[in-house]
């Protein structure tokens, strides 16, 4: 889970690096991807050891990040929707990388679950 980890960081930075270049580099808040992109990225690479209470450790910070930016963007592009009221949207770079770093999020969030329950019931956690 550790490379995936890493591998979704790179994945929220380049997401990040794409918003702040399709917003006109004029927008600092479009590189919130990067940012927890960033934070994903350092607790994989923490989480790459032998030591399985420190794997474990971070890689439920790792899935607590996820979960803050799956929560945070998924509510951004739903108040941009409601804002909209079925008119063309304000923003609509910005509801497009929220969207998307909501997607990746869950999809994130819902591996790591999965293998949280498969971990657990494989028998290598103690109860």
Do not use: N
């Not at 474990?56 to 108040?79: E, N, P």
């Not at 679950?113 to 290598?124: E, L, M, N, Q, T």
């Amino acid at each position: 889970m550790a490379k995936l980890t890493i591998g979704f960081g790179v994945v929220l930075i380049v997401l990040g690096g794409w918003g702040f270049v399709a917003t006109g580099s004029a927008h600092p808040t479009a590189l919130i991807p990067t940012w927890f992109g960033l934070a994903l990225a350092a607790c994989g690479a923490l989480a790459t050891t032998e030591d399985a209470k420190r794997r474990m450790l971070w890689m439920h910070v790792a899935v607590t990040v996820g979960l803050l930016g799956l929560l945070g963007s998924f509510s951004r592009a739903i108040d941009e929707y409601i804002q909209a009221h079925g008119a063309p949207l304000a923003h609509p770079v910005a509801v497009e990388d929220q969207a998307a770093m909501a997607a990746i999020c869950a999809l994130y969030v819902g591996l790591c679950v999965r293998s949280f329950i498969a971990a657990r019931r494989s028998g290598k956690l103690a109860a």
